[in-house]
């Protein structure tokens, strides 16, 4: 499995963006998705989940109520809708994956990953 994440950027503190990750391969129709992100001299942080049939979501507690994760599974592609940003939100997104019916939070339970997009919220 290949995940490919994109949408990153420079946006000014209040503003949005929109982080996709495209997964391709030989992918369960049961698939767990899932953004994280890393600061530099951080560990890396869990910001939200959304299981296969996109019904079910959990979010960190830094993020919840801005940002919103869905998923297109025609594309098989996960989205983050993030609103308000902060300049604490800048980091490197990343996306992550496993084969499974249930959500994670623990960056060790996930199997496949992106290789990150730079968000920097600065004004």
């Known amino acids: 499995v290949q995940l490919q994440a994109s949408g990153g950027g420079l946006v000014r503190p209040g503003g949005s963006l929109r982080l996709s990750c495209a997964a391709s391969?030989?992918?369960?129709?049961?698939?767990?998705m899932g953004w994280f992100r890393q600061a530099p001299g951080k560990e890396r942080e869990f910001v939200a989940a959304i299981e296969w049939s996109g019904r079910s979501t959990i979010y960190g507690d830094s993020v919840q109520g801005r940002f919103t994760i869905s998923r297109d599974n025609a594309k098989i592609t996960v989205y983050l809708q993030m609103n308000s940003l902060k300049p604490e939100d800048t980091a490197v997104y990343y996306c992550?994956?496993?084969?499974?019916?249930?959500?994670?939070?623990?960056?060790?339970?996930?199997?496949?990953w992106g290789q990150g997009t730079q968000v920097t919220v600065s004004s």
């Open positions: 992550a994956g496993k084969t499974s019916t249930v959500l994670s939070r623990s960056t060790t339970w996930y199997r496949d």
């Open positions: 391969g030989r992918i369960s129709s049961m698939y767990t």
